[in-house]
Every structure is written in structure tokens, then in C-alpha cells.
């Protein structure tokens, strides 16, 4: 009795402020781990580490030295540039400890996604009030766009985690100096260590603006080189295997970056090809900003503010106006457009007015930290800015939307109702959370249907089930062709590769229709599950079909 009146006791203490946060990270939970198996996004990329992780497992192969290629970052010609190999080494680990299976090696990307949730508490709580703090977590935990990418394993995928742990180290070490605790020295090597080997845009993002704070907390107090010391050992212990990679092949790769970022970029050296880029960036931001937030849309930047001064444009030379508006003739577009600019720029001219003007020390230091990193972000992008438009690219500011939110919720708390912020929090949660809620259930619907592959998108539950049925349609053979329309039968074979071989069954993608398919073998034939065949394809008679969503399964010579 005496112990369940302690634990009483205990949990009475617990404030209502605890009690809901951790019902904000639950909620974060379930979404981020509900068939967290079957639904799991499995593509070529995932495959692909899938089977060198699988061969270090099976030590087949030595742990790499380097880690995943940077496809389409720069333009180096025929070599690619290399990260770290400190993603590997996570799903290594991962997969000693639960097993060598794509959801298993996926873990460390959902505990990171996780552990992002309570952290981005603390990181909000460093400006904002607690109540206010509390609604800008809830409506991280149910993001869509968080929700997406903490399902799957990605190199990419950590960056939210990692940015946060930087900058509130960053902070900690300005508020406090050469007082700073040594655990956010820690953590301050330990996030860029990492962070460098994640992406190619925070290999150069984290150490500029780690370069940037050592000068000035030096300048303010030279004593603190000792931490600062520490922070580039620790850094330099945890790409300790790049650097022996690139001594072993010559810094070739260290190469392949240094001439693919100084080469080809001739717009890049003319100030309206800056212009231009920094255009079409800000643009893709503010698209970005929206989509984080609300989930409206899809991933990939549609520049409809560029569309839009398009069409201002020609208004204004008197000429002939297409209808070519980029879907914004739709009612539904164009409000979503005009709240997302809305947003952004009064967002924008609120962080920069409350920069200048807070007083709080803590605060200020606050904001101005985070605006160096936005603006050096936004520098370091300025090459990519016409190569990407798909809004991953900015999870190193996926934060950013949250806080201008909470700079627009506190402004109209004291400027339109008169200090009273619970009718604007309550309108903000309900419009935000309806579209993330509404997103998350219309994928949800596609998923527990069996219909969310497609040429563009992999899901393992499905993927487990068309290769299960190729391999019971082969019988006993063990060697399997796949053929078909070049979008799907490139986008499924690798995976296919890699879950028949879990099955001891051979399978290979022959890519050239015409040549003489293997007598005698299984062959299959993949294709959107609308374009209906007949009776042959290439000259060989169908024997099977079995669709699984979107995708048709052929199964042809006899099978």
C-alpha cells in the first residue's frame, strides 16, 4: 500500500505540462511506427545500402570507409562524391542488434525521428512560452512531412535530429561562454561529426557556421579554446575512417568534390545567374515552408510565385495571357499560394524585427543564431537551386515554418486579440492539423489498400508480396528474369533482387526487350496495372497475370 501511495505521490508531482507532452510524443509514435514494417518506403536507394549493409553483416565485406554517393549534388562527370560512412555504421550496428532486414536497418532513422519530438520542445521553449512551445511540438509530431521521411531509412532522414542538437549547442556555449556545460561541448563535436557525413549540404553548412561561432566566442573570451579544441577532436575522431579511406585512394574523393564544386557552374559567376538562382531558392523556400507545415501539396516545388510573376509580367507588356497557370486557376491552389506568401514574408519580417529589436539576451542570441544559420543555409543552397525542388532539401531548416508560426501566433495574440493567445492557437492547431490529419489519412487509405507502389514510389509489405508471387509462379526454377516497361521494371528489379535472395531464388532484370529471353527460365513482366496486355507481349504468350495495386505481374513462356 505504502508504495503504490508513493507512486501516487510521485506522479501527482508530475506537472500538466509533462503529462502533455508526452501525450504529443505518443501521438508523434504511433503515427511515426504504426506497420512500421509493411509500410516502410523501400526504393533503390534503400535496397541498395540494404545489400552492402547485408554483405558487412555477413562478413562478406570489411565496414566501409566511406559512406552513400551524393547522386546529382554536383555535376563531376562520371565519378560521384562519397559522404562519410557513419550512416552505414548506424545501420550495421542496427542490424547486429535486431536483425538483417530493411525495417530493422531502418531503426536508427525512426529513433532519431523520435527522440526529434522532445528536443524540438526544448529547442521552441528557448523563445516561446510553454503553452505556446507545447502547440508548435503537437504540430511537429503530426507533420506529414516529418511523418513521411522518419519511415524509412534514408541518409537524409537524421538531419532534423542532428540540426537541433547543433544549434542548441551553438546556443548554449554563446549564452554561457567559458562557462558552457561540458555535455553540449560533447554534443556540439558529436552533431557536426555526424551531421558532415549526412548530407553534402551540411558538410559545408556545419562547419562554416561552426568556423563563425569560434571566432566569436574567442574574441569574447579566448579561455574557451580548450572546449573549442575539443569540439574539433571530436569532430575529426568521427570521420577518423573517411580520412584513412581518402589517404588509402589518394583524396580521390576529396577531389571529386573540390572539382565538381568550382567547375561547370559558369552562371553561378554573373550576378544575374545569382540573382536568378536566389530567386528560384526563395521561392522553393516559402513553397517548402507551407508544404512543412500544412502538408498541402506535394513534395516537389511547383514554383507558382515564379509562375504567377510570369503572368504579372505579361500583363504588364499588354500580352496575349495562356491559360497556363499551373493549376492556381483551381480555388483551392490559389488560397493555399496566397496564405504561403502571406506567411513567409510576414514570417520573415517578424523573425528579422524581432532580432533587432528583442531585448532578452537569451533571446536575442537566440534569433540571431538561428538567423545566421537560416541565411548560411540559404547560401550554401544558391548551387543546388535550380538542380532540386524537392523539399527534403531543406530539412536542415525544417524548424523554420514552426517558429515564423509562433512569431505570426504571438503578434496577433497582442495586435488583433489583445493579449488573449488561446483563440489564435486554437485556429492555427485546427487549420493546421485538418491538412496534415487529411494527408497522413489519404496515405494511410492507399496503404492499407495494397496501392501505394507505383513507378514512383516502393513500399516493402507490397514489394514482400509481388516477389512471393513471382517465386511461387516460377515453381522450382531458381533463375528469374524480370522484363517490362523501363519505369517500373528499373524502379522494382534491385528490390526484388534483394528479397529473392533472402528466399535463396536468383533474379536479375534483363533491360533489353529484344534480346533472346533464357529458354527455360521464369520470366516475368512488369507494367502499370492500367495498361492492360493481351494475349502476348514481345512475341511471348502471357500464361498468368496478377495485379497488386497499381502493378501488373505478367508471368509469360508457359509459366
Given at each position: 500500500?505504502k508504495?503504490?501511495?508513493?507512486?501516487?505521490?510521485?506522479l501527482?508531482?508530475i506537472?500538466?505540462?509533462?503529462?502533455?507532452?508526452?501525450?504529443?510524443?505518443?501521438?508523434?509514435?504511433?503515427l511515426?511506427t504504426?506497420?512500421?514494417?509493411?509500410w516502410?518506403?523501400?526504393?533503390n536507394?534503400?535496397?541498395?545500402d540494404?545489400?552492402?549493409?547485408s554483405?558487412v553483416?555477413?562478413?562478406?565485406t570489411?565496414?566501409?570507409l566511406?559512406g552513400?554517393?551524393?547522386?546529382?549534388?554536383?555535376d563531376?562527370?562520371?565519378?560521384?562524391?562519397?559522404?562519410g560512412?557513419?550512416?552505414?555504421?548506424?545501420?550495421?550496428?542496427?542490424?547486429?542488434i535486431?536483425?538483417?532486414?530493411?525495417?530493422?536497418?531502418?531503426?536508427?532513422?525512426?529513433?532519431?525521428?523520435?527522440?526529434?519530438?522532445?528536443?524540438?520542445?526544448?529547442?521552441?521553449k528557448?523563445?516561446?512560452?510553454?503553452?505556446?512551445?507545447?502547440?508548435?511540438?503537437?504540430?511537429f509530431?503530426?507533420?506529414?512531412?516529418?511523418?513521411?521521411?522518419?519511415?524509412?531509412?534514408?541518409?537524409?532522414?537524421?538531419?532534423?535530429?542532428?540540426t537541433?542538437?547543433?544549434?542548441?549547442?551553438?546556443?548554449?556555449?554563446?549564452?554561457?561562454?567559458?562557462?558552457?556545460?561540458?555535455?553540449?561541448?560533447?554534443?556540439?563535436?558529436?552533431?557536426?561529426g555526424?551531421?558532415?557525413?549526412?548530407?553534402?549540404i551540411l558538410?559545408?553548412?556545419f562547419?562554416?557556421?561552426?568556423?563563425?561561432?569560434?571566432?566569436y566566442?574567442?574574441k569574447?573570451?579566448?579561455?574557451?579554446?580548450k572546449?573549442?579544441?575539443?569540439?574539433?577532436?571530436?569532430?575529426?575522431?568521427?570521420?577518423?575512417?573517411?580520412?584513412i579511406?581518402?589517404?588509402?585512394?589518394?583524396?580521390s574523393?576529396?577531389?571529386?568534390?573540390?572539382?565538381?564544386?568550382?567547375?561547370?557552374?559558369s552562371?553561378?559567376k554573373?550576378k544575374?545567374?545569382m540573382?536568378?538562382?536566389?530567386?528560384?531558392?526563395?521561392?522553393?523556400?516559402?513553397?517548402?515552408?507551407?508544404?512543412?507545415?500544412?502538408?498541402?501539396?506535394s513534395?516537389?516545388c511547383?514554383?507558382?510565385?515564379k509562375?504567377?510573376?510570369?503572368v504579372?509580367?505579361?500583363?504588364?507588356?499588354?500580352?496575349?495571357?495562356?491559360?497556363?497557370?499551373?493549376?492556381m486557376d483551381?480555388?483551392?491552389?490559389?488560397?493555399?499560394?496566397?496564405?504561403?506568401?502571406?506567411?513567409?514574408?510576414?514570417?520573415y519580417g517578424?523573425f528579422?524585427y524581432?532580432?533587432?529589436?528583442e531585448?532578452?539576451?537569451?533571446?536575442?542570441?537566440?534569433?540571431?543564431?538561428?538567423?545566421?544559420y537560416?541565411?548560411?543555409?540559404?547560401?550554401?543552397m544558391?548551387?543546388?537551386a535550380e538542380k532540386?525542388?524537392?523539399?527534403?532539401?531543406?530539412?536542415?531548416v525544417?524548424?523554420?515554418?514552426?517558429?515564423?508560426l509562433?512569431?505570426?501566433?504571438?503578434?496577433?495574440?497582442?495586435?488583433v486579440?489583445?493579449?488573449r493567445?488561446v483563440?489564435?492557437?486554437?485556429?492555427?492547431?485546427?487549420?493546421?492539423?485538418l491538412?496534415?490529419?487529411?494527408s497522413?489519412?489519404?496515405?494511410?487509405?492507399?496503404?492499407?489498400a495494397g496501392?501505394?507502389?507505383?513507378?514512383?514510389?516502393?513500399?516493402?509489405?507490397?514489394?514482400?508480396?509481388m516477389?512471393?508471387?513471382?517465386?511461387?509462379?516460377?515453381?522450382?526454377?531458381?533463375?528469374?528474369?524480370i522484363?517490362?516497361?523501363d519505369e517500373?521494371?528499373?524502379?522494382?528489379?534491385?528490390?526484388f533482387?534483394y528479397l529473392?535472395?533472402k528466399e535463396?531464388?536468383?533474379?536479375?532484370?534483363?533491360k533489353?526487350?529484344?534480346?533472346k529471353?533464357?529458354?527455360?527460365?521464369?520470366?516475368?513482366y512488369?507494367?502499370?496495372?492500367?495498361?492492360?496486355?493481351?494475349?502476348?507481349?514481345?512475341?511471348?504468350?502471357?500464361?498468368?497475370?496478377?495485379?497488386?495495386?497499381?502493378?501488373?505481374?505478367?508471368?509469360?513462356?508457359?509459366?
Amino acid at each position: 500500500m505504502k508504495k503504490i501511495d508513493y507512486l501516487m505521490e510521485k506522479l501527482n508531482r508530475i506537472s500538466k505540462s509533462t503529462w502533455i507532452l508526452l501525450a504529443i510524443i505518443i501521438v508523434g509514435v504511433f503515427l511515426r511506427t504504426y506497420h512500421f514494417h509493411a509500410w516502410l518506403n523501400f526504393e533503390n536507394d534503400q535496397s541498395r545500402d540494404a545489400i552492402l549493409v547485408s554483405d558487412v553483416l555477413a562478413g562478406k565485406t570489411p565496414w566501409p570507409l566511406l559512406g552513400p554517393t551524393m547522386r546529382g549534388s554536383y555535376d563531376a562527370g562520371s565519378n560521384l562524391f562519397h559522404l562519410g560512412p557513419m550512416y552505414y555504421y548506424f545501420q550495421i550496428i542496427s542490424g547486429k542488434i535486431f536483425g538483417n532486414y530493411p525495417d530493422k536497418l531502418a531503426y536508427p532513422d525512426l529513433i532519431f525521428s523520435l527522440l526529434t519530438i522532445p528536443l524540438f520542445y526544448l529547442f521552441m521553449k528557448k523563445y516561446f512560452s510553454l503553452n505556446l512551445s507545447l502547440v508548435l511540438t503537437g504540430l511537429f509530431s503530426i507533420s506529414f512531412f516529418a511523418i513521411k521521411y522518419a519511415r524509412f531509412a534514408w541518409n537524409p532522414n537524421s538531419i532534423p535530429f542532428f540540426t537541433l542538437i547543433f544549434l542548441l549547442a551553438l546556443y548554449e556555449l554563446v549564452v554561457n561562454g567559458e562557462k558552457a556545460r561540458w555535455k553540449w561541448v560533447f554534443a556540439a563535436g558529436a552533431a557536426v561529426g555526424i551531421g558532415v557525413q549526412l548530407h553534402v549540404i551540411l558538410l559545408v553548412l556545419f562547419p562554416v557556421m561552426l568556423f563563425l561561432v569560434f571566432i566569436y566566442l574567442l574574441k569574447e573570451n579566448w579561455r574557451i579554446w580548450k572546449k573549442l579544441a575539443l569540439i574539433i577532436f571530436i569532430v575529426m575522431a568521427l570521420n577518423l575512417s573517411q580520412g584513412i579511406g581518402e589517404m588509402r585512394s589518394g583524396f580521390s574523393n576529396a577531389k571529386v568534390f573540390l572539382n565538381s564544386a568550382t567547375a561547370g557552374d559558369s552562371v553561378a559567376k554573373n550576378k544575374n545567374g545569382m540573382l536568378e538562382k536566389a530567386g528560384t531558392e526563395l521561392n522553393c523556400q516559402m513553397e517548402a515552408n507551407a508544404h512543412i507545415l500544412s502538408s498541402f501539396g506535394s513534395d516537389t516545388c511547383r514554383f507558382s510565385f515564379k509562375t504567377v510573376g510570369a503572368v504579372i509580367e505579361r500583363v504588364e507588356q499588354n500580352k496575349k495571357i495562356k491559360k497556363t497557370w499551373n493549376g492556381m486557376d483551381q480555388p483551392a491552389v490559389a488560397v493555399n499560394l496566397l496564405c504561403g506568401l502571406v506567411f513567409s514574408l510576414m514570417g520573415y519580417g517578424l523573425f528579422i524585427y524581432r532580432a533587432w529589436k528583442e531585448t532578452d539576451r537569451k533571446k536575442k542570441i537566440f534569433l540571431r543564431l538561428i538567423g545566421l544559420y537560416a541565411a548560411l543555409s540559404f547560401i550554401v543552397m544558391l548551387p543546388l537551386a535550380e538542380k532540386f525542388a524537392e523539399f527534403r532539401y531543406f530539412s536542415q531548416v525544417f524548424f523554420m515554418p514552426f517558429l515564423l508560426l509562433g512569431l505570426l501566433s504571438e503578434f496577433l495574440a497582442r495586435k488583433v486579440f489583445q493579449e488573449r493567445l488561446v483563440p489564435v492557437i486554437i485556429i492555427i492547431f485546427f487549420v493546421v492539423t485538418l491538412t496534415n490529419v487529411n494527408s497522413v489519412l489519404a496515405a494511410g487509405k492507399d496503404l492499407s489498400a495494397g496501392k501505394r507502389s507505383d513507378k514512383h514510389f516502393a513500399v516493402l509489405g507490397e514489394m514482400e508480396l509481388m516477389v512471393r508471387y513471382i517465386i511461387s509462379a516460377s515453381g522450382t526454377r531458381k533463375d528469374i528474369n524480370i522484363v517490362g516497361d523501363d519505369e517500373y521494371a528499373a524502379h522494382f528489379s534491385q528490390d526484388f533482387y534483394y528479397l529473392a535472395e533472402k528466399e535463396g531464388v536468383n533474379l536479375f532484370r534483363i533491360k533489353d526487350d529484344d534480346k533472346k529471353l533464357p529458354l527455360g527460365s521464369a520470366i516475368f513482366y512488369l507494367t502499370d496495372a492500367a495498361d492492360k496486355k493481351g494475349k502476348h507481349i514481345g512475341g511471348y504468350s502471357v500464361a498468368s497475370c496478377k495485379t497488386f495495386g497499381k502493378v501488373a505481374i505478367y508471368g509469360l513462356n508457359g509459366i
